[in-house]
């Protein structure tokens, strides 16, 4: 069977994992005990910053994911239209395929800011992915899952 030449595919953005009012009111008091530790020892620059950043948290933990279209060709890999050339942007690639809780697809870039790029699998077949990959980038077979996406996932944010 001769090799395809590009993978396309739709996915969320991230993964989503539905809270439940559980998951809110213990998140609420953990947030309540942080925030009340900063008032009782009046250090109200990490006030402040707790209440910023829990803010944003619980906007974020509301927001559902946009679909986004992926394609992967012989240029590289192009996010709902925005490429990412192999030659000078993507450095080196992993699998982490765990299903059901994890199909990811993960690049190293050279971009400052947005270093790790990872992307949901869906149902695309991770052993043909990989073998196309390879053509264009090296794979980073000793690459685990940051200790920051491990906790996030096990709090289902």
Same mark, same amino acid.
């Given at each position: 069977m001769p090799q395809k030449t590009n993978y396309s595919w739709k996915a969320p953005e991230y993964a989503f994992y539905?809270?439940?009012v559980r998951w809110y009111l213990v998140?609420?008091?953990?947030?309540?005990?942080?925030?009340?530790?900063a008032l009782f020892s009046k250090d109200y620059f990490m006030?402040?910053?707790?209440?910023?950043?829990?803010? !944003?948290?619980? /906007? @974020?933990?509301?927001?559902?994911?946009?679909?986004?279209t992926i394609t992967l060709d012989e240029?590289?890999?192009?996010?709902?239209?925005?490429?990412?050339?192999?030659?000078?942007v993507l450095k080196k690639f992993w699998i982490h395929y765990h299903p059901p809780m994890m199909k990811t697809l993960n690049f190293?870039?050279?971009?400052y800011l947005n270093r790790d790029i990872t992307i949901e699998l869906e149902d695309e077949d991770?052993?043909? !992915?990989?073998? /196309? @990959?390879?053509?264009?980038?090296?794979?980073?077979?000793e690459k685990e899952?940051?200790?920051?996406?491990?906790?996030?996932?096990?709090?289902?944010?």
């Open positions: 539905p809270k439940s998140a609420g008091l953990v947030a309540i005990i942080a925030v009340g530790f006030f402040v910053t707790l209440a910023v950043l829990l803010g !944003i948290g619980y /906007f @974020l933990s509301r927001r559902k994911p946009k679909t986004i240029r590289g890999l192009a996010i709902s239209g925005v490429l990412y050339p192999y030659e000078t190293e870039s050279s971009n991770p052993v043909e !992915i990989r073998k /196309f @990959l390879l053509q264009n980038l090296e794979e980073d077979l899952e940051s200790y920051l996406d491990k906790l996030l996932r096990a709090m289902k944010f």
